[in-house]
């Protein structure tokens, strides 16, 4: 496709539950970023990738938050153990290699934990 | 560490009022700074940027200008439309990659 491509994008889950939510980046770009969107805040950094190399993942919140990208192109957040604060947009987003490229971003996926 | 503080919204105006969304920042170094837009039902997109000090950034009648001595990005329009109702993140990077660190963003309603 032409943008970035997130699945699903609406989640509900119970309290407890894992989730995996997919992002597939614009093909070829070598930078795909996670970011964590609570309600009426700005987007904040979970995760970067060059490739498949996960090069920075200070944002993460907790261990239970999980992040790969296995061949350098779709990658997968998972959320083991849901708690309710987990809910937000999940962001994802992709640029070119180098520094000064367009990030272009995906629609997000909303998780709600019920 | 880096930060952005944006105004509060809602902003709230009439079609063709002149607009300002007031952002400053706090970083090491010297950050690029960008605008970006969130409209109803969509995804982030970029609306300008400026990469250093003084540059002005501009996009479909929006505008900022990189102040450094004022550390702000202030994002202004002329005469805004109903269209233009969305969401305004402003944004800095810094650092070796393209990490951005995001304001709270600030809600625009303009009514005919």
């Known amino acids: 496709g032409a943008g970035v491509s997130q699945s699903p994008r609406y989640k509900v889950a119970k309290r407890g539950q894992d989730v995996a939510l997919r992002c597939d980046p614009i093909?070829?770009?070598?930078?795909l970023f996670w970011y964590q969107q609570a309600l009426g805040q700005g987007p904040e950094f979970l995760t970067y990738?060059?490739?498949?190399?996960?090069?920075?993942k200070s944002g993460l919140p907790s261990d239970r938050f999980f992040a790969e990208r296995p061949e350098g192109s779709v990658s997968t957040l998972k959320i083991q153990r849901t708690q309710q604060e987990d809910s937000a947009v999940y962001l994802c987003?992709?640029?070119?290699?180098?520094?000064?490229?367009?990030?272009?971003f995906g629609e997000g996926s909303w998780l709600t934990v019920v | 560490g880096d930060s952005v503080t944006q105004m509060e919204g809602p902003v709230t105006l009439s079609e063709e009022a002149f607009l300002t969304i007031n952002c400053t920042y706090t970083?090491?170094?010297?950050?690029?700074l960008f605008w970006y837009v969130q409209y109803p039902g969509e995804g982030l997109q970029l609306l300008l940027k400026?990469?250093?000090?003084?540059d002005k950034g501009s996009n479909k009648g929006f505008e900022a200008t990189y102040r450094k001595e004022t550390t702000s990005f202030h994002l202004e329009k002329g005469s805004v439309q109903v269209s233009d109702s969305a969401v305004y993140f402003c944004?800095?990077?810094?650092?070796?990659?393209?990490?951005?660190?995001f304001g709270a963003g600030t809600r625009l309603a303009v009514h005919p």
């Open positions: 970083a090491t170094g010297y950050p690029s």
């Open positions: 990738f060059q490739n498949e190399a996960q090069l920075d």
């Open positions: 093909s070829g770009h070598v930078s």
């Open positions: 987003a992709s640029s070119e290699e180098g520094e000064g490229n367009t990030i272009y």
């Open positions: 944004a800095l990077k810094s650092g070796g990659y393209n990490k951005l660190i």
């Open positions: 400026a990469t250093k000090a003084d």
